[in-house]
């Protein structure tokens, strides 16, 4: 590290701390003109990029889906520790996908397993602007359609006769 007073090169660390946004921090100590002064160190993360639905791309950004899940849960009783929980887990998951690119769908699939976990309510808005429905017939019966299917047991190895009725009638 630089000294930001005389140029020298080396320094010690005197005193580090790991703040609550997951940066450092460290005192330092120029060993030329003994002046002190303090770093903070970040971790640098590289999200994949974001293929909107009519093919363009852009850089994932936590902000756009923490106001997402703000606007939905407007005037609920979520807070905004359990929103940022959500943010954490949901550019967890991007990262740990390890693709240079992810399909808007898919995160806003994850975002509505999220807020469904967090608030009913939430949940049916942010599927209401997020999903664009004819008419509220449709919105309906997309709802219904998801939960029947996640309360199907997919470790199950055969699948309900009701599966392939409801296929049919799709």
């Known amino acids: 590290m630089k000294c930001p007073f005389c140029g020298h090169n080396d320094d010690r660390v005197l005193d580090t701390r790991v703040q609550k946004d997951g940066s450092i921090k460290r005192r330092r100590e120029c060993l030329e003109c003994k002046a002190r002064f303090t770093t903070v160190e970040?971790?640098?993360?590289?999200?994949?990029?974001?293929?909107?639905?009519?093919?363009?791309r852009e850089p994932f950004s936590r902000e756009k889906i923490f106001k997402g899940l703000q606007a939905a849960c407007q005037k609920r009783p979520v807070s905004l520790t359990q929103l940022e929980a959500v943010v954490e887990r949901i550019s967890a998951w991007i990262i740990n996908r390890g693709e240079n690119e992810v399909p808007s769908r898919l995160i806003g699939r994850k975002v509505m397993a999220e807020l469904k976990q967090v608030d009913d309510v939430a949940y049916i808005r942010f599927a209401s602007v997020y999903r664009t429905f004819k008419d509220v017939q449709e919105f309906v019966e997309t709802l219904e359609e998801e939960e029947w299917i996640e309360s199907?047991?997919?470790?199950?190895?055969?699948?309900?006769l009701t599966y392939f009725n409801a296929l049919k009638e799709s």
């Open 42 to 56: 970040t971790l640098m993360l590289n999200y994949p990029m974001i293929v909107k639905k009519d093919g363009r």
């Open 152 to 160: 199907m047991d997919i470790n199950s190895p055969q699948l309900p």
